[in-house]
């Protein structure tokens, strides 16, 4: 029998929006993730940049590409248009409600038929300091599968909704074209079995 018990290291992001079924129409008519994110009510008070991105990582540009024009369609809107770069190809939506995802893949190119899947889902926190932000993940039980000092962390995500990464504040509202100044409340909430707590940048974790 099919065991659905989420592991310690399974992390689930719930998006807090003003209005739930209006969000979920919106991110399955974009994205078609299903479960893969999740929303709940609120109307805490936010300005400016919200110290995270969400990312869909894909096989290959024309993935992208299929993924932005149903996502403006939908209602997004385009902060950084599509284009190659060292690292592949890519762009940089924000939702209505406020979200910042990019889209991409290392491919520059097409390298099969056409797909819309969706790889992996990726949460890049925003953090004031990769090294004790690192550490304090790995104290929870999660197991860092790459680092470069103070510059980037990515965790294992095997199995998870989603997984984890992260980089300085700086340097992911650069990401997210967006000035790194913002306040009030970072207007998501992860779920896992890594326990309740909040981190050092205040994103907030609940125990499922």
């Known amino acids: 029998m099919e065991n659905n018990t989420l592991t310690s290291t399974d992390i689930n992001v719930q998006l807090e929006v003003a209005d739930v079924a209006a969000a979920a129409a919106c991110y399955e008519a974009a ?24 990312s869909l990582v894909v096989s290959q540009p024309s993935t992208v590409d299929s993924l932005i024009a149903t996502a403006v369609e939908a209602g997004f809107t385009v902060v950084k248009p599509a284009k190659k770069s060292l690292w592949g190809y890519g762009a940089v939506l924000q939702a209505p409600e406020g979200t910042i995802w990019k889209v991409d893949t290392s491919k520059k190119k097409d390298v099969g038929p056409f797909t819309r899947e969706v790889d992996t889902v990726v949460l890049l926190l925003g953090v004031d300091d990769v090294k004790a932000s690192k550490q304090f993940y790995a104290d929870r039980g999660l197991t860092v599968a790459k680092s470069f000092g103070g510059k980037y ?4 995500g095997k199995g998870s909704p989603v997984t984890l990464a992260m980089y300085p504040r700086k340097s992911a509202a650069k990401d997210a074209g967006m000035s790194p100044e913002g306040s009030g409340s970072h207007r998501i909430v992860m779920d896992s079995g890594l326990g309740s707590f909040a981190d050092p940048d205040g994103f907030v974790w609940e125990t499922r």
């Open 153 to 156: 962390a990515e965790f294992e």
């Open 31 to 54: 994205f078609g993730l299903g479960d893969r994110i999740g929303f709940r009510e609120s109307q805490s008070p936010s300005t400016g940049f919200r110290g995270f991105l969400l």
